[in-house]
């Protein structure tokens, strides 16, 4: 069957890429088409356009680069008419997916959307709109079944494809070795995956180094983005920037400063205490203090339902908070840091086990199947 998949940042090609091997091992005689990044193209398929130039943050930066939105959605709209696919799958980015949803949908293609938008976050009504032009929802966190039930709309809970990541991880064994870094302890730095997060958020964790010189400050470069980038970001400093090795990077962290976003989520499974950041337009900012329906903004938090990880937000990502927060959450400095590990370990068994993305892919295929045995 033929797969029409749309990821429109880095943790939706993370989460299409083991979609799609999962997809393929239900289905050998799976064709791929994509709009997303370089680990769904590593899957196979024809890679349609890169995320890197689709991702914008906020209400302003949307604004500015509304005539490029505008022309992807229309590629995007164009493409899926020309392969006329068996399914289209919808990876997260609500903003850009729900409109390719309403259209697939007036086209009478079936309509998959993995990875729930964030509607209980604020605009609920959108709710509606979801009822109306996908076909089958699938969630990864776990109180949002409850949530769409609210609605008298039935989803598919599948797991979070985080843990899928993750079970999938070997360890490098020569990862410091193999990055010339020292012996010194690791404080890793993951200031997001968008243009507008890393110019706002780096240059603040890079003035933390001089706080902390009994550490070594390592930053988690995006894939698509190169050195030079960060560079301008670092105010002259000689922070490593390490590109397609986070996890190592986590796996060798002693704590971490991250963006909020799935980042935070993987962070914590990781067992590394951390500190979440957060910096946009002040005009986003307003709106969403006055919108948001929620208490938290990290998904930790939101699935405890407690504040497990500090938020720091917006004028208070700066170097002093930010190094406060920071000292708490090193070894040896208080019972912060016992505290957050032990969160961790609940949230562990919140989240469930590994296997996400075969879930998913098995429905997918059933769905498409019983769609295609009633057309015939």
Not at 108 to 124: D, E, H, R, T
Not at 272 to 301: D, E, S
Request: with cysteine; charged share 20%.
């Amino acid at each position: 069957m033929k797969y029409y998949l749309v990821a429109g940042e880095a943790s939706g090609d993370l989460h299409g890429a083991n979609l799609m091997k999962a997809l393929k091992a239900k289905d050998t005689q799976a064709e791929f088409r994509y709009f997303g990044g370089d680990l769904m193209q590593a899957e196979g398929g024809t890679l349609v356009k890169h995320y890197a130039d689709m991702a914008y943050m906020g209400f302003v930066e949307v604004f500015l680069n509304l005539r490029t939105i505008m022309a992807n959605m229309k590629h995007c709209k164009q493409d899926i008419s020309t392969w006329h696919p068996d399914v289209l799958i919808l990876i997260d980015f609500p903003g850009f997916n729900l409109k390719i949803a309403e259209f697939a949908k007036a086209q009478g293609l079936m309509v998959c959307f993995y990875i729930s938008p964030k509607v209980w976050a604020w605009n609920q009504k959108r709710v509606h709109q979801i009822k109306r032009v996908v076909d089958h929802l699938f969630c990864i966190l776990p109180f949002e079944v409850e949530f769409y039930q609210q609605w008298d709309m039935q989803v598919d809970y599948v797991g979070n494809p985080l843990l899928d990541a993750i079970a999938a991880f070997t360890p490098d064994s020569d990862f410091l070795q193999k990055h010339h870094l020292t012996e010194k302890k690791i404080i890793a730095l993951l200031p997001g995956s968008r243009k507008q997060e890393i110019s706002k958020l780096l240059p603040v964790m890079a003035t933390l180094t001089q706080r902390f010189p009994d550490y070594q400050f390592i930053v988690a470069g995006a894939p698509a983005f190169d050195l030079a980038y960060y560079q301008q970001y670092l105010n002259n400093s000689d922070i490593p920037v390490l590109f397609n090795a986070t996890y190592d990077l986590l796996h060798h962290a002693e704590a971490a400063i991250v963006a909020s976003g799935t980042a935070v989520l993987e962070t914590a499974l990781f067992n590394v205490p951390q500190v979440a950041v957060y910096k946009a337009n002040w005009v986003m900012v307003v709106i969403a203090r006055t919108f948001l329906k929620i208490k938290y903004i990290t998904l930790v938090n939101l699935i405890m339902n407690k504040r497990v990880v500090q938020e720091l937000i917006q004028e208070e990502c700066n170097t002093d908070t930010i190094s406060d927060e920071l000292n708490k959450l090193l070894p040896n400095s208080s019972t912060d840091r016992q505290n957050m590990l032990q969160d961790y370990h609940q949230l562990h068994q919140f989240m469930g086990q590994p296997g996400a993305s075969a879930r998913t892919a098995e429905l997918i295929v059933s769905y498409t199947l019983q769609k295609n045995k009633s057309l015939n």
